[in-house]
């Protein structure tokens, strides 16, 4: 893979870390508050949950952000759900969303719809990337990635692999490793997307651009 020069971040990496900020003040104060309405010690929740009590413990005190696979442990571990862990009310955990309510916004030349509830451990949205935008951006975020090619051509790059996915043709990948995307068709490509980037911004999606092209 191309070697790429370190480039100064861009000003969406500070909206994704106040994202990121503000998820963890509100997952860590009812982590350690439901652990202890559920009874258990550090050292028992943390056994149970698969994680070292001091893991659990930066997670209590926001040092560490969950992941998703974390949060649906601990949900166990204390009779609960994940959207109560996320400090969601019952008024916020709306089942459906309705199409006029999808309000399209932008970011790095991309549109997107929200298709899902806020506040979720998982984030599902409709997307379009119109040709020759964000071709040379890397990504690599905490979580999880799923898409799905709902019209057009799609050029997806995982680490040194390039994969071409038509219509209907989907994608599952750590979101770790290093991707990128871009449309192959000129009118572009619309996608059903799904991560578990916790609570992010649809900034989140755009780490960093590097220099270069996709091949």
Wanted: hydrophobic content about 40%; charged content about 20%.
């Amino acid at each position: 893979m191309t070697s790429h020069e370190t480039e100064p971040p861009s000003p969406d990496v500070a909206d994704v870390a106040d994202g990121a900020a503000a998820a963890v003040s509100v997952v860590a104060p009812q982590l350690r508050a439901l652990r202890r309405r559920a009874a258990l010690t550090l050292e028992v929740a943390a056994r149970s949950a698969g994680l070292s009590p001091a893991h659990l413990s930066r997670l209590e005190t926001g040092q560490r952000q969950p992941s998703l696979p974390m949060l649906l442990s601990l949900a166990r571990v204390y009779g609960t759900t994940v959207s109560e862990l996320l400090g969601e009310t019952a008024a916020d955990r709306d089942a459906v969303v309705r199409a006029d309510a999808m309000e399209p916004t932008e970011a790095g030349g991309w549109t997107y719809w929200q298709a899902g509830g806020a506040g979720r451990g998982m984030q599902a949205l409709r997307v379009h990337v119109p040709h020759g935008s964000q071709g040379d951006i890397v990504r690599v975020h905490p979580g999880e990635e799923w898409l799905y090619v709902l019209r057009g051509r799609l050029r997806l790059r995982l680490g040194d692999t390039v994969h071409r996915l038509g219509q209907g043709d989907s994608a599952h990948f750590d979101s770790l490793t290093p991707h990128r995307i871009a449309a192959r068709d000129p009118d572009g490509v619309e996608l059903l997307f799904v991560h578990t980037l916790l609570q992010s911004p649809t900034a989140a999606l755009c780490l960093g651009p590097t220099p270069g092209e996709m091949p």
